[in-house]
């Protein structure tokens, strides 16, 4: 067996990240989230923690901004 020296450069390959976001309901239920979603591990990678985290049901709709950025000048109506 050859074992070459740039196997043991120092330079160990970054391990992925596993953030998730934790849920647990009543009667001992729970699951884990964003552990399967890169781009969630890439928002915590560069944004650090979530400031805050919050359910929102179906029947609440959607947030709607007025900055334009939607592709609807004046937010949605």
């Known amino acids: 067996m050859t074992i070459h020296r740039e196997m043991f450069d120092g330079k160990k390959e970054k391990e ?4 998730r976001v934790y849920v647990e309901f009543e009667g001992e239920y729970w699951i884990s989230l964003g552990v399967l979603d890169a781009k969630f591990q890439e928002m915590v990678e560069e944004l650090g923690r979530p400031l805050r985290t919050e359910f929102r049901g179906t029947d609440e709709g959607w947030y709607q901004d007025d900055m334009g950025d939607n592709g609807d000048e004046g937010g949605a109506q």
């Open 16 to 19: 992925p990240t596993h953030h």
